[in-house]
């Protein structure tokens, strides 16, 4: 077991109910990479699972595969052993075309460096999210728009990322990742290339979306003041190991 669970005010348990409330459920998952030397364990019979409307921080050393988990989350990665669901759907049994459809539809990324296109301006960053989940152009337009609005950024839309502060990409990335209504947000240290007063304006903005938009949150995160100020805070503990 590489997990830790610790404080945890809602209370939620490591066990199911089956009248639970869960949008994710993971049960006993390991995960595991082929590397030259052997298989590299990186999660090992890993047990959480997380609310609707939580904000749970996921932390641990490097190399105790955050990211991992959080790339199983987004079925950015197959899962290989144990079970997991978000949202009701059980991810190891969807089909490639399903799992692409459930990344466009049912959570929202936002990655430490943005990961906006740099050929794209603001909006049609965002457009492009919504061109990807088959949004009619007339829509997507005004709702890429809405979405600049809504994290600040109207006088920014026709910016291409050079043009934007690290904060302000970050916001176009969180808008991007709010454009399809996702239940879940997956965030990989969405603050790890910001300055102190951009971070708290980004970690303001994730910690509001359960209250403004009915999601959860699930943020991986080195910094222990940001973690303190989610819900729960799930520890990956182990280094991972080599199996040859
Ligand atoms: P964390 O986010 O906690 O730093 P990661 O999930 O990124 O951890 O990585 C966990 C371990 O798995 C690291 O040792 C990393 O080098 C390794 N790893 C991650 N992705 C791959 C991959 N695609 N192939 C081989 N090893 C990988």
Excluded at 21 to 45: F, K, P, Q
Aim: aromatic fraction near 2%; include cysteine.
């Amino acid at each position: 077991m590489n997990s830790t669970p610790i404080h945890s005010p809602s209370g939620a348990g490591q066990t199911q109910d089956p009248n639970s409330t869960s949008v994710v459920a993971i049960r006993d998952l390991s995960h595991s990479y082929e590397i030259a030397t052997g298989d590299l364990t990186v999660l090992s019979h890993v047990d959480l699972e997380i609310e609707r409307g939580e904000i749970v921080a996921v932390t641990g050393p490097s190399g105790a595969g955050k990211t991992t988990l959080l790339s199983l989350m987004g079925g950015l990665d197959r899962v290989q052993r144990g079970t997991l669901q978000v949202c009701g759907h059980e991810l190891a049994t969807l089909s490639g075309d399903e799992l692409a459809e459930y990344r466009r539809t049912t959570v929202g990324f936002v990655f430490q460096d943005f990961g906006l296109l740099p050929t794209l301006n603001a909006a049609e960053n965002i457009e492009l999210a919504l061109t990807l989940a088959g949004v009619a152009r007339r829509q997507r337009h005004r709702r890429a728009l809405e979405l600049l609005d809504q994290v600040g950024l109207s006088a920014r839309a026709d910016h291409r990322p050079s043009a934007l502060s690290g904060g302000e990409s970050q916001r176009v990335a969180i808008a991007r990742a709010l454009a399809n209504d996702p239940q879940v947000v997956l965030a990989d240290e969405p603050t790890g290339n910001l300055d102190e007063l951009a971070s708290g304006r980004i970690l303001a903005m994730l910690m509001e979306l359960p209250k403004d938009r009915g999601c959860t949150v699930v943020m991986v995160t080195h910094n222990t003041s940001i973690a303190r100020q989610c819900d729960r805070e799930f520890v990956l503990a182990s280094p991972s190991e080599v199996v040859s």
